[in-house]
């Protein structure tokens, strides 16, 4: 099992940078590949970001590209989603998910991760 716990999510102005946070316990970290999620409102849950156990290769939606960048420090079990330029449309409840077979690599469905964090809330208005 892992357990995943998000932080530092939060209101900002457009424009803002924020740092989300996840630690995770219970397994072997530096085996995982990580994911960030987020869900809207009515909305479903689209993926945003994606690493794998190595950190050497990632992955952003298109939608975040050049804003979001994803990193994870294996010694300290987090990995970690730090936002810029905050928009509006980044409003969501963030998610971090981990998936247990390394060897997949990252993946877009939220379908193929195996534990998921509880999340934190990111509110973007002016």
């Known amino acids: 099992q892992v357990q995943l716990v998000e932080s530092g999510g939060g209101l900002g102005l457009p424009g803002d940078s924020l740092r989300l946070s996840c630690a995770a316990s219970g397994r072997t970290f530096s085996g995982l590949t990580m994911g960030w999620f987020r869900q809207a409102p009515g909305k479903e849950r689209d993926f945003v970001a994606g690493?794998?156990?190595?950190?050497?290769?990632?992955y952003s939606a298109d939608s975040v590209k050049g804003r979001f960048t994803i990193s994870r420090d294996n010694a300290k079990n987090m990995v970690y989603l730090q936002v810029n330029r905050l928009k509006p449309e980044d409003t969501a409840v963030y998610y971090c998910a981990a998936k247990r077979n390394p060897l997949v690599g990252v993946t877009i469905a939220p379908g193929d991760y195996d534990y998921w964090g509880q999340g934190t809330q990111v509110t973007v208005s002016s």
């Open positions: 690493i794998t156990w190595s950190g050497v290769t990632t």
